[in-house]
């Protein structure tokens, strides 16, 4: 009798506890901002206008006004919770890849501007001190490419990856091809950074699985630029296949190095050059890219069952009419951003941070794009998106094309 | 490995030294720290860029451009700003903060002309095959760019031991006051090396894209870094401190790649570091600036 006192004790204690934890949360997250002032949906967002990720950075966001001016050419998005269409209005600022000044400038957003919606700068470097900046102020973070696995917690119900994989599950495919191959003798180079390191543990854990250990794996400063003793240190250990996990400032950087040295390898693998080639070849040639291994992302790959938003070829047309030039990858994630946001606004019943994350669970699975399907778990890392291995080849005019090595999704 | 990667950071180190050789002169003449150096060094590499992919100009003749124009510029540039840090209390201090000034100003001013996007030049312009040395290959665009660089430090060299202007620089590095006192030419001097400095500084940028891969237009400040590590290790105000600095570098930095490469990027700052509490002159001391 008594163990059940206690048990009963324990449940109504725990049961008073959980409302109270879901009463705080109403009281600061829920509670929906008055709804009948609201002439348009805003969100804040940061982009950097200069340094390190200004390259990847201005098309990402160049991709999300895209889209704004797409969905105010129509009236606006329609908004569920106020059974109208709306109009978009974008508050940026110009963090000039700088963290420190991005953390003040998100919480700026939040607490200043008072935005609708929260969308993050690029990568994993800008988008890590937004994570506590919005966990802590209860805002859904709508993040475009920070893949960095320790985002993605399941005590935070603050984040959407929209655009990319979390980047744990990049060499997926990676992996697959290479121990298909049979290839037993494999170099990693990576940089220190999350975006890379956590790609170097998948590989390689995947890889040992399979009974394959690494004969070189060494990571470098994302600040390096200079490989030829690198190049000349994985030479020594004779690998079949030869993988740089970098950003696009190394990729460049290593396969001019690699192409230098005169090594040949059966299978040399580096990230961008699939997402950005022109960057590549414009920097040293089409012949630079040529016969290397990628994941080659939209537009170099389309995806054939779009159900939401515009699918590749009419994405690329009407991006080129708005913007005078041919988008590129990081515009069509800015502008898939900007239709998952569409979507979540569609779809939930309020305005409220938690409602608006509740949406993207309820529609999550259910809508493909020119990105690929969108999928999110429970921590709200992309799952649905799964990112193939393609060889690249180019002519000498320039022309890249890819061969798939691995299925696309 | 070991024998790779002490040739690799020599060569490294001559462009990495020749890259310092400008701020180091333009310190020792007018005691002005040029933060603004590598934005320089980075402005000489779009200019490379540019030339080549407009006209198919080869970066060894964009060198004299280079030096021609950015040697012009910075004269012009030296009335209106040097003299006045010169004769303030603390030229050293205000040149920092001017100098970073500028930096930021130049920064801006690529965005706007060149795009955020890396640069580069294709390797193959210095030529495709490789050259093998003591049973190892090397890039020859790395050879070719330390010979250049090699060549540029022995023309300084003779311009500050066998010409008037050189003989008066040296006097001013050893006291301007006294240099002064003995009717040498301070001003055109010192505008001369300003502009020698920031046209040795373009001729490196012209380089760069084959040592260090891309540039773009956040490259300056870390170029500005190593510049400036590289001649403290040298010696502050002695230009042939800025060859040594640069070996010291270069070789530090092919060492650690291939030993603990994730701390590479730490080479420049512990190399300050152990200069600073070991010997604060740098490697060839005062001693051989004022010889």
């Known amino acids: 009798m008594n163990s059940r006192k206690h048990s009963a004790m324990i449940v109504g204690l725990s049961a008073a506890m959980l409302a109270g934890t879901l009463a705080g949360c109403g009281t600061s997250t829920s509670a929906a901002p008055p709804t009948k002032n609201i002439s348009d949906i805003t969100i804040g967002t940061l982009y950097a206008g200069s340094g390190a990720f200004a390259t990847s950075s201005l098309p990402e966001y160049d991709g999300l006004k895209f889209w704004a001016s797409q969905a105010d050419k129509s009236g606006g998005v329609f908004v569920k919770a106020l059974h109208k269409k709306v109009p978009i209005k974008i508050v940026a600022y110009n963090d000039q890849s700088s963290v420190t000044t991005a953390t003040s400038l998100y919480s700026q957003l939040i607490s200043v501007n008072h935005v609708n919606v929260l969308v993050a700068d690029f990568g994993s470097v800008l988008t890590s001190v937004a994570v506590p900046v919005a966990e802590e102020n209860k805002m859904v973070l709508f993040d475009q490419s920070g893949t960095g696995t320790t985002f993605f917690t399941p005590n935070n119900p603050y984040i959407v990856l929209t655009s990319l994989p979390n980047s744990g599950l990049w060499p997926d495919s990676l992996a697959q091809y290479l121990i298909g191959q049979h290839y037993s003798r494999v170099a990693i180079l990576y940089d220190t950074n999350d975006f890379d390191q956590s790609q170097e543990q998948t590989l390689v854990s995947k890889l040992k699985a399979a009974g394959i250990t690494p004969v070189y794996n060494s990571g470098v400063p994302t600040s390096t630029s200079s490989y030829s003793v690198l190049l000349n240190n994985i030479s020594h250990a004779n690998p079949q296949a030869v993988i740089e996990f970098g950003y696009p400032n190394n990729d460049i950087s290593f396969l001019q190095a690699l192409k230098a040295s005169g090594a040949q390898y059966k299978m040399v693998f580096t990230i961008f050059p699939g997402q950005l080639p022109t960057l590549f070849t414009t920097s040293d040639g089409p012949s630079s890219i040529n016969n290397i291994y990628t994941y080659p992302a939209p537009p170099l790959i389309s995806h054939a069952h779009v159900n939401y938003g515009m699918n590749s070829s009419q994405f690329m047309a009407g991006y080129q009419q708005a913007m005078g030039h041919s988008a590129n990858f990081l515009n069509i994630a800015g502008y898939n951003t900007g239709l998952i946001i569409q979507k979540t606004l569609e779809t939930a019943n309020s305005l409220s941070q938690l409602s608006l994350r509740h949406a993207v669970s309820r529609f999550s699975g259910t809508i493909e794009t020119l990105d690929g399907k969108f999928q999110i778990n429970s921590e709200g890392a992309q799952t649905g998106e799964t990112l193939p291995v393609g060889k690249l080849t180019t002519n000498s005019a320039g022309k890249v094309s890819v061969d798939l090595v691995t299925p696309l999704s | ?291």
Do not use: C
């Open chain 2, 1 to 291: 490995m070991l024998e790779y990667s002490i040739v690799a950071g020599i060569l490294f180190g001559v462009f990495f030294g020749f890259m310092a050789l400008g701020l180091n002169l333009i310190f020792g003449v007018m005691q002005v720290v040029n933060l603004a150096h590598g934005d320089f060094v980075v402005l000489g590499g779009y200019l490379a860029v540019i030339a080549y992919s407009a006209g198919h100009i080869n970066p060894v003749v964009s060198l004299v451009g280079a030096f021609v124009l950015f040697f012009l510029i910075a004269f012009a540039l030296y009335f209106p700003v040097i003299p006045r840090l010169t004769r303030s209390k603390d030229p050293e201090m205000l040149s920092l903060i001017l100098f970073f000034g500028l930096s930021q100003i130049i920064e801006a001013l690529d965005v706007i002309g060149f795009g955020n996007n890396p640069r580069s030049l294709p390797l193959a312009i210095m030529g495709a095959a490789p050259w093998h040395f003591l049973g190892q290959s090397y890039q020859m665009a790395w050879v070719i760019t330390a010979i250049v660089s090699l060549v540029m430090i022995g023309a300084t060299y003779l311009f500050l031991y066998y010409t008037r202007i050189g003989y008066a620089a040296r006097a001013i590095m050893g006291s301007r006051e006294e240099a002064a006192a003995s009717g040498l030419p301070v001003a055109q001097t010192s505008a001369i090396i300003f502009g020698v400095g920031i046209g040795l500084a373009a001729m490196a940028g012209v380089l760069s894209p084959f040592m260090i891969g891309s540039i773009d237009p956040s490259t300056g400040l870390g170029l500005t870094t190593i510049a400036f590590a590289i001649v403290v290790i040298g010696s502050l105000g002695n230009p042939l401190g800025s060859v040594l600095g640069g070996l010291v570098y270069g070789v530090s930095v092919m060492l650690m790649q291939t030993y603990f490469s994730s701390w590479s990027d730490l080479v420049p700052y512990l190399l300050l570091l152990i200069i600073v509490l070991a010997k604060p002159s740098g490697l060839l001391g005062k001693g051989v600036r004022n010889a």
